[in-house]
């Protein structure tokens, strides 16, 4: 089993930053893809911004130029730096982190981290 923790999410002005952590822990992590996705009220749950497998960066268009995903394998951990915030970008924020059992893709998520941006 693979536990995700989130912490970093807060109440920040527009125009302001937040940083987010995600340290996975658990028994033999092997983690195949790692990353963030975000939930609005009455929104679906969407990526805001992942490592691939070969370890590219991606980001949902709405954050690019805004947000840098970044991490520290020695530790476990994934960071999501976001700058410029807008009231937009108010939603629970989720860490996200797969791998493959016995050919099988396993998710897992965190419990979520609410991050709230005021006008």
């Known amino acids: 089993q693979v536990q995700l923790v989130e912490s970093g999410g807060g109440l920040v002005q527009a125009g302001g930053s937040l940083r987010l952590s995600c340290v996975a822990s658990?028994?033999?992590?092997?983690?195949?893809?790692m990353g963030w996705y975000r939930q609005a009220p009455g929104n679906q749950r969407a990526l805001v911004a992942a490592f691939t497998v070969g370890g590219r960066a991606i980001y949902a268009d709405s954050v690019k130029g805004r947000f840098t995903i970044s991490r520290d394998n020695a530790k476990n951990t994934v960071y999501l730096q976001m700058n410029s915030l807008k009231p937009e970008d108010t939603a629970v924020y989720y860490c996200?982190?797969?791998?493959?059992?016995?050919?099988?893709?396993?998710?897992?998520w965190g419990q979520g981290t609410q991050v709230t941006v005021s006008s």
């Open positions: 658990g028994s033999g992590l092997d983690i195949n893809t």
């Open positions: 996200y982190a797969d791998r493959v059992i016995n050919k099988v893709l396993n998710g897992y």
